[in-house]
């Protein structure tokens, strides 16, 4: 059994300690919210997580783990410390590091022979800078997780990706990982830290691209995921990540994408692909509205219920998702709106849109609206049937944004289904 140190909470952090708690080994989480470490302490996961609760709780109950806000002492106690902390998008997009350096500096004095591993995303040379500067063994190893499936991505990864100054600290962190069965890559720190951007910035072009051909076969009156079902099968593009719709959010992709481009801006290119992926990103989530406008008309006045709040289904999680500036343009045009989430509503209020009214259950939402646009894919939603959407609404029009329903079965029944990249009717 092998003391892990795990410092920052958050999806990535947690996930982590799972995974290495599920392999057997003693963990202490840090993090410097006083509030999360007592509720990780007793069980409690601080993001909606699947398995998270279970896990922790039964971790806790074997003695093999513990949160604290001491840093320090958690650096001494262990023999690999991970770094988990978020690296969020400054003012301008590019990666704020402050965090990450805050911890390196604090459990700098401390250590004693110890590896520290960064999972948080770096811009290059951010990794070098800090084992340079401290004269620390350090690794980068990227996390490849999606939020929602956290714990599943980590336990079966498909790929371990380590980043290190030196081979020998580089090996020491692959036997920690010597029990799974992937693909295992050590490289130098830069390659790592690029690993981590290029496979961010390649799924966001793919979803984008994805989101093209849905604007472009709506023209033709073609629908984008019969014709995706066709682009799948050809072996040279996976299946993956080709879902047509409002766009994407969530922590990562719209803060990798700016970090990338405001970098490299910096050092005197324009990194064109990245820019159109980013800006294509911000005029999509304004489709459902322009296709509720084909529908309905003016919207002022008029009840419009937005379903799924989350930047996707299964989290809770609302960071840059793009209920945001559908939110946001639907207030501008004056529309009276109820917003609906099963998980992400107390998120949403904090992020400035506490004074707007919420339902607290799909059907409330429902219930008297002119208009819906489904912006998450949960599964309750995806359960809607016509006849209730045809009982509760005033007026039967669904815009869906992710394609959580059956055109043809909507149709059929009378509802008025609109969406991103099919013949709208
Ligand atoms: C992403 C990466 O997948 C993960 O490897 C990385 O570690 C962190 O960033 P995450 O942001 O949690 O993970 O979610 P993901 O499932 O990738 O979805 C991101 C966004 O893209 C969501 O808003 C989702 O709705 C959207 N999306 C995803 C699409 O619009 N279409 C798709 O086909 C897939």
Redesign the pocket.
Known sequence: MIKIGIIGSG??GLATALTFGELGHEIICGDIDLEKVEQINIGKSPVHEAGFDEKLSQLISEGRLKATANILALAQDSEFIFICVDTPMGEDGSMDSSALEKVAETIAPNLNGQLVIIKS?TILGTARKIADKYNMNLCHN?????????LH?SLNPDRIVIGCDKPENGQRLMSLYENFNCSKLITNLETSEMI?YA??IF??T??TY??EMANICEIFGVDVYEVMEGVKLDKRISP??????????????PK?LNAMASAVKNRGYEPNLINSVLKTNESQPLRVIELLESEIGYLEGKKIAVLGLA???D?D?IR???AIPIVETLIQKDANLILYDPKATENFKNAGFENLEYANSLESALTGSDGAIIQ??WQEIRELKPSQIINLMNNPVIIDG?RALNPEKMLADGVKYLGIGWKNL
């Open positions: 999806y990535v995303t990227p996390e490849f997780l999606r939020e929602g499936m956290a991505d981590k496979s961010n799924l966001a793919k979803i994805a989101n993956q990540f080709l879902e047509a719709g409002a766009g994407f959010g969530g922590s990562c992709f990798d930047f996707k289904e989290s999680d840059n998702s793009r998450t894919k992710r």
